[in-house]
């Protein structure tokens, strides 16, 4: 089996202290399968909404958060004007250590994956009138969040790495704009996930 031994870089960071690459499908294909094989008809339910088809594959990266690194602003995943049910996507984040709440943990703003046109938000805004919630989750753990949801990765003032897995599906409707796509380019639309389980190469 052929692997790749230096995935590109697809994000920089000016907060600095962050690494965010693009994963072969193939390298990470035993850990998808694993993960789909205790939540992939959850995630049919989810995103295909009952539908027969395959889920695409949109993205396939890891983020390594490293001391120091300041807290990003709140931001969708896509453009704010896109309204969920008509592009309804998820992403899945994988814990590959034990996470503290200090060591750059994913924060959310529960409730906000529906967009509303009558409220827009703006990336960057502080969304202090918003609770938010900091998830500091063992090893292993895999949170799900569709691109509408305000979210942030947090500073990390710890002393370690938090080093996580994430990877992108593509429900019912269109492929939202506004998100750069962390992929392979030989893995871009070649991946989905049938309703029986298991990701195919097309």
């Keep these: 089996m052929q692997t790749t031994t230096c995935p590109q870089v697809t994000r920089g960071s000016a907060l600095g202290a962050r690494t965010h690459k693009a994963l072969p499908v193939c390298e990470a294909k035993g850990a998808l399968e694993a993960i789909v094989a205790r939540i992939g008809p959850f995630l049919h339910t989810?995103?295909?909404g009952g539908s027969e088809e395959p889920l695409p594959l949109m993205e396939s990266g890891f983020m390594v958060t490293r001391p120091?690194?300041?807290?990003?602003?709140?931001?969708?995943?896509?453009?704010?004007?896109v309204v969920s049910c008509s592009s309804l996507s998820a992403s899945l984040q994988v814990a590959l250590e034990d996470t503290a709440a200090n060591q750059g943990a994913l924060q959310l703003k529960p409730g906000t994956h529906v967009f509303d046109p009558s409220a827009p938000f703006a990336d960057g805004m502080d969304g202090a009138?918003?609770?938010?919630?900091?998830?500091?989750?063992?090893?292993?753990?895999?949170?799900?969040?569709a691109l509408h949801l305000i979210h942030r990765g947090s500073a990390n003032s710890a002393a370690a790495d938090r080093p996580f897995y994430f990877f992108t599906l593509k429900g019912r409707g269109y492929a939202p704009p506004g998100l750069a796509y962390t992929i392979r380019?030989?893995?871009?639309a070649q991946w989905k996930l049938p309703r029986e389980g298991g990701f195919v190469k097309v």
């Design 46 to 48: 989810a995103l295909g």
């Design 68 to 81: 120091g690194a300041k807290e990003q602003a709140f931001h969708r995943d896509v453009a704010p004007g």
């Design 129 to 145: 009138d918003m609770p938010e919630v900091t998830l500091a989750l063992p090893a292993g753990s895999v949170v799900i969040y």
């Design 185 to 188: 380019p030989e893995d871009i």
